[in-house]
């Protein structure tokens, strides 16, 4: 074990050691090869400026340092001056040299090669300026390279640094490995009854026995939560049944017989009569065919009831089955499909009025007023449509979207005092009147909107069906710890026939024929206000007054 653990680190940390070198090397180099190029930039720029001025470079040497070499070349190759060579627009063409082609593309190129003019090596710098380049050369001879060459300090200082580490790794796994020896011979005494040394090993094993201790109470706990769960299986609402990979039987509840009895025509005890069985014949086939998928659902409908069967697949082979009555929410399913007709019943009629007046005023000769009348008429019709489309959107949200709701502190009196602002046109136009008895500070944790719309729609309705000449009272019945009791009523007629109190809160129910279409509204007024009651964790009843009218009876909860 020492020496494995040895060998790796000393690997590890050469390799590591090897990588920093390599990297501060490469660094050390590019950096000094920047400062050369800075100063050979700055020698390319002194003879593009003696250029510009003088239009030679003659007679310039005594500004360079010795051996040095500098050539103009114009953007086709061609070498106007070299102070090295005499006959320099002799020379061959230089356009494929690769410092000028660098310097083509980036502006500044280097290289470092033999130059075929003098067979000597440099390096070269290239700086494209307007219509020519100016390149420059020094020669590489020991000085450069040695400039070049990285310092070896930092080589030294890892080599020792290095040594170092070796010597603590050495002297660590050294420790380690008689450690490991210690604790391999201490778990062979302890599988006899040793004593724990007083040392760090000794503190070792007595954790492992403490955690061996807690290994043992957490099976046991393990197998009190197995039989709490086998009883939660067993006091399920769904039948359960758990196969293994040979679909024979492992484990089951009592549901599941009693659902499995329900759709198979003679009583069996045995789950495993289902593969036998032509009811489950889509089972048998996702069994048989489908291996690879994980899970499956159907229905099975048997003795005018509906059950879902549903199968999941486990990664051992085994899998569960679950067999569920459905037949409630089956109804449910058929109840929301009457209501989807329902509302297509109630978009239809609006819908219909839009398009006969606007049918009426594209293929008739109506006169300006006849026209502005049928066009009321459908912009009337739009109205409700555009209601009626909010209310079921209101509806829609409060029964799947609750959580979207902001709750937060609202003043009812505040609240009240702003729906009166607003409905006021209407009462003037009926006659009516609305006061309330209320506290000040009656304040409710529950959404402005929500709360808005409960008073709204019952002000509206009230507004309705009342008649002209009446009154709306609002008023505090009763307090408990938890909750305000509301009581909101009208003078008005009331509703003479009493089986029609409880469907009030229906949606588009209406308590005669065509009584909503006359008076307008979108017939969901009453269900907003119970959805929204029930969001604030109240409840609503409707009930006639002694007096004659409506009232409206509900809670809301102080705190959400």
């Known amino acids: 074990m020492r020496k494995k653990i040895l060998i790796s680190f000393v690997f590890i940390f050469t390799l590591f050691t090897v990588g920093i070198l390599v990297f501060e090397y490469s660094r050390e180099k590019q950096y000094k090869t920047d400062a050369l190029s800075e100063k050979l930039d700055a020698y390319a720029e002194v003879a593009n400026a003696l250029w510009q001025k003088h239009a030679s470079l003659e007679g310039s040497d005594y500004l360079f340092p010795p051996h040095f070499r ?46 075929l003019s003098t067979n000597q090596e440099y390096i070269y710098y290239a700086k494209r300026f307007g219509n020519h380049f100016v390149r420059v050369a020094l020669p590489y001879n020991v000085q450069v390279q040695n400039l070049l060459k990285p310092d070896n300090f930092f080589l030294y200082y890892i080599i020792a640094l290095f040594v170092i580490v070796l010597l603590i790794i050495n002297y660590t796994s050294s420790r380690f490995g008689k450690s490991i020896e210690a604790l391999r011979d201490f ?76 759709i198979i025509d003679e009583a069996q005890s045995n789950p495993a009569v289902i593969f036998a069985n032509p009811e489950f014949d889509r089972v048998n086939e996702f069994l048989n065919n489908h291996r690879e998928e994980s899970y499956f659902e159907t229905k099975i409908e048997k003795q005018a009831k509906t059950f879902a069967l549903r199968i999941n697949r486990f990664e051992t082979g085994g899998f569960e089955m679950i067999i569920n009555d459905i037949s409630n929410s089956e109804k449910t399913r058929i109840l929301k499909q009457e209501m989807t007709g329902n509302i297509a019943h109630e978009l239809r009629t609006p819908v219909a009025g839009i398009r006969a007046c606007l049918e009426t005023v594209l293929n008739s000769d109506l006169d300006e007023e006849q026209s502005r009348n049928f066009t009321q008429k459908a912009y009337n019709q739009s109205l409700v449509l555009s209601e009626l489309i909010q209310d079921l959107s209101l509806l829609s949200k409060i029964e799947g979207a609750a959580q979207s709701f902001r709750v937060e502190a609202v003043n009812i009196s505040t609240l009240l005092a702003e729906l009166k602002h607003e409905v006021e046109p209407l009462l003037r136009e009926k006659t009516m009147t609305m006061d309330w008895k209320l506290p000040e500070n009656l304040t409710i944790q529950g959404n402005h909107n929500l709360l808005f719309s409960i008073f709204r729609n019952l002000t509206d309705n009230a507004i309705r069906y009342a008649g002209s000449h009446t009154a709306v009272h609002i008023q505090l019945y009763n307090e408990d710890v938890d909750y305000y009791y509301v009581s909101f009523s009208d003078t008005g007629v009331g509703i003479p026939e009493e089986q029609h109190l409880n469907r009030l809160f229906e949606r588009f129910y209406r308590t005669s024929e065509g009584r909503t279409r006359e008076t307008g509204g979108s017939g969901l007024g009453l269900s907003i206000v119970k959805n929204a009651v029930h969001f604030h964790k109240g409840k609503i009843v409707a009930k006639n007054r002694a007096t004659g009218g409506l009232e409206f009876l509900f809670t809301l909860k102080k705190g959400r």
Not at 79 to 98: G, Q, Y
Not at 207 to 212: G, L, Q, R, V
């Open 70 to 115: 500098l050539t103009l070349i114009d953007l086709n190759g061609k070498v106007l001056f070299d102070n090295v060579i005499a006959e320099s627009t002799d020379m061959e063409n230089h356009a494929d040299r690769p410092e000028i082609q660098q310097a083509r593309k980036h502006r500044t190129g280097s290289d470092i090669r033999t130059s």
């Open 187 to 262: 778990s062979i005494t302890g599988e006899h009854g040793g004593n724990f040394p007083e040392d760090e090993l000794g503190e070792i094993g007595k954790k492992i026995a403490e955690n061996y201790t807690q290994l043992s109470e957490n099976k046991k706990r393990l197998n009190f939560e197995r039989e709490k769960l086998l009883q939660h299986v067993h006091s399920s609402e769904e039948g359960i049944c758990f196969f293994a990979a040979d679909r024979s039987v492992e484990f089951y509840n009592g549901l599941f017989i009693q659902s499995l009895n329900t």
